[in-house]
């Protein structure tokens, strides 16, 4: 928290007590939000901590399908997003009619798979498919939770796929999907990087493509990032291949290190437009006018259940009807 506040971070702080509000936010948004949040976190740890909120609000600072998430998962409870137009590239890359019209395909030509999709997907993806992972949760859903012998068709991120394949030796039909802010990391950049900081520790997300990740000491999830850089008890520089606010959240946790993000081939800032959307004003808005509010749809009914047994920790079941099936 800031030691002076701002005026518009103030107002939220007032709203937010007037409101009876929690604030969520993800770790790609800017240090200012992150620090008026209640929670700050990757979409795994937000998605938990959502049900976990008694207040009757949620203003959560993140994309769409986050605050979708987030609904499904308080049904009962006002979920606000600052700026409804915050999408997400991977989203965009599998509208669920596409989908479904694979899962048809792959069930005429006698394919046994089950679905599983990265939480970056909408809600109707979410209701079509057998489970739903995050990158902090992927390896373990596909290796524990997918029975043996099914194909897995993975949407809509296939970096993140084909990592969690090669991890887990699972058989996967991958979707042609990608983070628009990690598919762009420079291999060139970073083996610049590498020279001039040679005792630097290289961590990357693993929506990143392949020639980053085989560069990388570490890859993992947001959280995971956080936990790996905690192991070293001396000041160490990393080389972060990740959203670039993700530094913040870093800093703030273990500052003894230092951090040096790595530049994107078209885009030096290696910002996610569409978290980018949501700024201090709009969060103040959202909760002066109490809208855009996230309206339950029809779809979230089934993506919910998904969600539940995929992401929480109540004992996993296997789906009564898997949809691969
Ligand atoms: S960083 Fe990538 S995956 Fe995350 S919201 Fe932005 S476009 Fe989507």
Redesign the pocket.
Known sequence: MPAILDDVSAEILELKKKLGATILAHY?QEGEIQALADVTGDSLKLAREATKVDSPVIVFCG?LFMAETAKMLNPSKTVLLPDLQAG????DACPADKLAAMQERLRINGRKFQTVCYI?SSAKVKALSDWVVTSGNAIEVVRDKVPPGYEILFVPDKHLGRYVQEVTGREMILWDGS????EIFSVADLLEQKKKHPTARTIAHP?CPKNILDLADFAGGTEAMIKHVGTFAEPTQFLVAT?ANMMWELERRHPRHTYIGVAGVTCACNK?P??ARNTLEKVRDCMKNRWPEILWQPEFDKAKEVLARSLLNPPITAPVHPMGD
């Open positions: 790609y994309v997400c590239s991977l989203v970056n983070c628009m802010v990690h929506e959203e996610c569409h978290m």
